[in-house]
């Protein structure tokens, strides 16, 4: 009797031990408000919708420690509308994330499944719309991806540890052609610093046949040559393009309670022409390239009130056309906003958007305003504003 008093005793001991090295999260964010459109499509919009500052969502993500510094982890992310339920991402279960990994104290995580690139991962945090903004205050059409419209399916993802101050990332996403082992590829390099008030990033990107492979991940269906997985007007013509490329560079310095921040990317849609890519209506050939600057400001009010303001600019260099050269629009792009914590896990937020855009855009025709995610203007300015109340949990 004495001896089997000592071994449950002995097992309760053990189970707490065993269950502090496996840990399983269940973690989210409900974000819903309002919403006001000078110019959707020519009316007046006023309308609620969901995950304009953060994506609604819910997750699990997990870890088991296997010694040595060692750690096997997962994460399963699902996107939804808070206002209907309906799932995100192309209506996919764990549409934002679904990967699989090996973490190590000494060698950094590698992860398998589908992902960020590294223009996300590195630069994101640097752009306006990540921070207090949202969608609504990204690039043009998020052409350069920093707002993360686009995961990556099939990736293979490697992210350093920081070592004197500096980490690096690289992923290469499996096309999936049979018989074609570059077709419909991916990949991708980051590498960021930080020491005190300043933080440094620089990352590049690359996607094979994009309207498919990379834009199209965005889908419920397989996309196909004769689909548009580009919705913004800003680049929907350019579907045709044989690859896409994101150079992009970062910084922010801190000022006390002020941050100043900016952004550079150099976009390509380059080969224009591949029909077995996407359609070409227009007869575009050789590259379409945008350059993007933005500059950004954050200030803390108080440790609960935080205001902010962004301005982004946006030039679309010349394309051949069949009919000469000719798309070359602008974008103008200021942002304000601000953003107050009612608690360590609610906060409600303001925030403003005026666009102006000049020019001929990617279908040919004279540029509209295209605020990130909206409905397009049906003339060359538009203004929104949000009113959100975010959850997280």
């Known amino acids: 009797m004495t001896k089997r008093i000592l071994g449950i005793a002995a097992l309760s001991l053990m189970a707490p031990l065993s269950h502090a090295q496996t840990s399983v999260t269940l973690y989210g964010i409900i974000d819903e408000g309002a919403n006001y459109q000078s110019n959707a499509g020519g009316k007046t919009l006023y309308n609620l919708t969901s995950g304009v500052l953060s994506g609604s969502r819910w997750g699990l993500k997990g870890s088991e420690d296997l010694g040595g510094g060692n750690r096997a982890l997962f994460v399963l992310e699902s996107g939804f509308d808070a206002g209907t339920g309906a799932l995100g991402q192309g209506a996919r279960l764990f549409g934002r994330q679904s990967y699989i990994g090996l973490a190590s104290d000494k060698y950094g995580t590698l992860m398998l499944g589908r992902q960020y690139d590294s223009v996300v991962t590195s630069i994101g945090l640097f752009e306006v719309g990540d921070q207090w903004g949202g969608y609504i205050t990204a690039h043009p059409g998020d052409l350069d991806n920093f707002n993360n419209t686009v995961r990556t399916n099939n990736a293979i993802k490697y992210q350093s540890n920081t070592y004197n101050d500096v980490s690096f990332s690289g992923m290469y996403s499996l096309g999936g052609q049979a018989g074609n082992a570059t077709g419909n590829q991916v990949w991708s390099l980051g590498t960021n610093y930080a020491r005190g008030p300043l933080s440094l990033a620089a ?93 950004n400001a954050k200030y803390q009010l108080t440790p609960a009130l935080l205001i902010g303001a962004a301005y982004d600019y946006t030039s679309g260099g010349s394309v051949a056309t069949s009919t000469g050269e000719k798309p070359d629009a602008k974008y103008h792009q200021v942002s304000i906003g601000t953003d107050y914590f009612l608690s360590k896990s609610t906060d409600i937020y303001l925030v403003g958007v005026y666009q102006k855009a000049s020019g001929v855009d990617s279908r040919d025709v004279a540029a509209v305003a295209a605020v990130n995610n909206l409905t397009p203007s049906n003339s060359n300015h538009m203004a929104t504003a949000r009113l959100g109340l975010r959850y997280k949990f």
């Open 203 to 295: 990352a590049y990107l690359t996607a094979r046949t994009p309207n498919a492979g990379f834009f199209g991940n965005s889908s419920a269906s397989a996309v196909t040559s004769a689909s548009v997985s580009l919705a913004s007007p800003v680049t929907t013509g350019f579907i045709s393009a044989h690859s896409y490329s994101v150079a992009a560079a970062a910084g922010s310095y801190a000022i006390g309670r002020a941050t100043l921040g900016a952004t550079y990317s150099y976009t390509r849609y380059s080969d224009l022409g591949d029909l077995s890519a996407g359609a070409n209506p227009h007869g575009y050939s050789g590259t379409a390239t945008f350059n993007n600057v933005e500059l």
